[in-house]
């Protein structure tokens, strides 16, 4: 492998590989940090997530979560399709990777994004402008719900996440 595809990413500095969506990930990491002003500790680059399906663990990772005082609140899927494809994804993903609901769910491919209140599955805005900075979201998380998933629907958002995901799930 070319070294090409090694570069260091903008939020935690190590070594990634350059493949398949990660430019994009590196666009909206400093987008958020430059444009939005969230600071770099604010962000969670791979945050773990595993689902459960028919009794076998399925490890996985969402791209970012963004953190206002301690709390997430926007989980990040960066795409380099369609990104209404991973809408679903990412909403499931924000329902599943806390104890609570990271209330928005965010699919972007750098350039546009759609943003999903995670509590309604409702379309919560579309394109980066859309996209809270720091200030405005530390303001809405004055209003902002941080509850769990019902149990009832876990294993439903569980079959979902992993159903998208399966790209993802061990690497």
């Known amino acids: 492998m070319s070294m090409d595809y090694i570069i260091d990413d ?3 500095g190590k070594a990634v590989r350059n493949v398949g969506p990660e430019a994009v990930r ?20 791979d945050e773990p997530l595993v689902v459960q399906f028919q009794g076998e663990d399925y490890p996985s990772s969402i791209d970012l979560i963004v ?6 609140v926007m989980a990040v899927t960066c795409v380099a399709g369609s990104i209404g494809s991973y809408e679903r994804e990412i909403l499931a993903g924000a329902r599943l ?6 209330p928005l769910a965010v699919s972007t491919d750098a350039g546009d994004a ?8 409702k379309n919560a805005g579309k394109g980066l402008g859309a996209i809270p900075s720091k200030t405005e979201a530390l303001e809405r998380m004055k209003t902002m719900a941080f509850i769990p998933l019902d149990e009832n629907r876990k294993e439903r958002e569980m079959i979902i996440y992993r159903s998208f995901n399966l790209e993802k799930i061990n690497k």
Request: some cysteine.
């Open 114 to 121: 759609v943003i999903l209140d995670t509590l309604s599955g």
């Open 26 to 45: 590196q666009a909206f990491e400093r987008f958020l940090v430059d444009e939005k002003g969230y600071d770099r500790k604010d962000i969670r680059v």
């Open 67 to 72: 953190f206002c005082r301690n709390r997430a």
């Open 97 to 102: 990777v806390y104890d609570y609901q990271i």
């Open 10 to 12: 903008y939020i935690t």
